[in-house]
């Protein structure tokens, strides 16, 4: 890929090649849009669809609700110990 002196373009050369790369963009992020739909359409005949993952406000709580949720430098020094 040839490179560009982005320092020796006008303004309007370098909106039109921001307007070329966000079109260029959005054609390959909606190419592969369909492909990962056409994906899972060919993965869904296998079974239920996979679980979605649990918000990242949910994983460090704890399941019994009243301890706080531990933090990594204390799982780590614990698995640590363990080993």
């Known amino acids: 890929m040839a490179k560009i002196d982005l320092d020796s373009l006008s303004i309007e050369e370098l909106a039109a090649l921001r307007d070329d ?39 460090g709580k704890n399941k019994k609700g009243n301890e706080p949720a531990r933090g990594n430098d204390e799982i780590k020094e614990s698995i640590a110990k363990a080993a």
């Open 21 to 59: 790369a966000t079109e260029k963009l959005a054609q390959k992020v909606a190419a592969r849009q369909a492909e990962l739909e056409a994906e899972l359409e060919s993965l869904s005949q296998y079974g239920r669809p996979a679980k979605k993952m649990a918000p990242a406000s949910a994983l």
